[in-house]
């Protein structure tokens, strides 16, 4: 697999934060760790912040997604789909544990970094917002009840997803019991 | 109103935190916000971890409390108790952001440094085990009901109130509807 030396560098910085935090983060060692220069680092990415930018919307693509065409080529519903992607915030791979790090990270940096923060909260919504939409399509196909405020359910359970990986990551809370806290709490909300 | 010096250092700390996070917090400028010399500071809590572990209880004192105390003198029931301190945990005063960025801080350094992790993942059982305890005497004067189980239900809702605080924090929801999602969760949940 030919990997660009742009998602190189991403995959490098995902990685240094999972290790070490942003407070930890070293341009100069995300380019050592990506084989590359530390100029072609600035070249991509213009600066630190430019590079935890792109780092956060690379990680973002790596979460579970949940999109209308799965639902088109499945045979479950929207609510079994939608249970089944929440529940993949909380998985067991490494790869998984790496993600939610990296986002715990840049949520806590983004409280001080305006610019950060801006970009986040608008990444932040627009997860929700598909959550909802996907909410709606479980409306439509009988899954999830009529009566539930879409955009509303969708901000309460992201919200929710966000802070049983903070406490799974802090350690107060095992994976496991974060998974079924969320599936009881789906199960209560949202189906028809 | 005479504050020890241990206790400025300890304001001084979350001051700097809340300003600057974790990641920018400096000995020497929270001795000098508390006006103490930088050894006072070593004297009391030994290294930049001790003074983080101690700022981590401060803060924890500082949050709303729920003590079955509160209930024997009020005339409200436990559930209606139990949402006002929540509820006040995303308050408006600048002492409960304060407090939430140190608590969210923390939280995200806990994630990389074992010793921090050990005792943050402490307090935070304990706080959960607190509101257990609360919704058990719900379930005793009648406003909680039965069937729920006490400590799932802390849980969950310690981990979607830190969710939404981080959320808050980091700008995708507003302190009013970050509070609103939590009294619909709430009484959606918990009353008899």
Redesign the interface.
């Known amino acids: 697999v030919k990997v660009s030396k742009r998602e190189a560098i991403l995959d490098a910085a995902a990685a240094a934060i999972a290790d070490?935090?942003?407070?930890?983060l070293r341009v100069e060692d995300v380019a050592e760790r990506a084989g590359v220069v530390v100029s072609l680092l600035y070249y991509y990415f213009g600066s630190r912040t430019g590079l935890l930018r792109a780092t956060m919307h690379h990680s973002n693509e790596r979460a579970p997604t949940l999109s209308p065409a799965d639902l088109e080529e499945s045979d479950r519903t929207a609510f079994e789909l939608l249970e089944q992607a929440m529940l993949a915030e909380l998985g067991s791979s490494d790869a998984v544990r790496q993600n939610c790090?990296v986002w715990?990270?840049l949520?806590?940096?983004?409280?001080?970094d305006p610019e950060l923060?801006?970009e986040?909260?608008a990444v932040?919504?627009k997860w929700?917002r598909e959550v909802a939409a996907f909410i709606r399509l479980g409306q439509h196909d009988g899954s999830i009840r009529d009566g539930a405020d879409a955009q509303?359910e969708a901000?309460?359970l992201?919200?929710?997803?966000?802070?049983?990986i903070?406490?799974w990551?802090?350690?107060?809370?095992t994976r496991e019991?974060?998974r079924r806290?969320l599936r009881?709490?789906l199960r209560?909300?949202l189906p028809a």
């Open positions: 070490h935090g942003v407070r930890g790090v715990n990270e949520n806590a940096s983004a409280v001080f923060r801006k986040f909260a932040a919504k929700s509303e901000d309460l992201t919200s929710l997803v966000e802070g049983l903070m406490r990551l802090a350690g107060s809370l019991r974060a806290l009881t709490s209560d909300r």
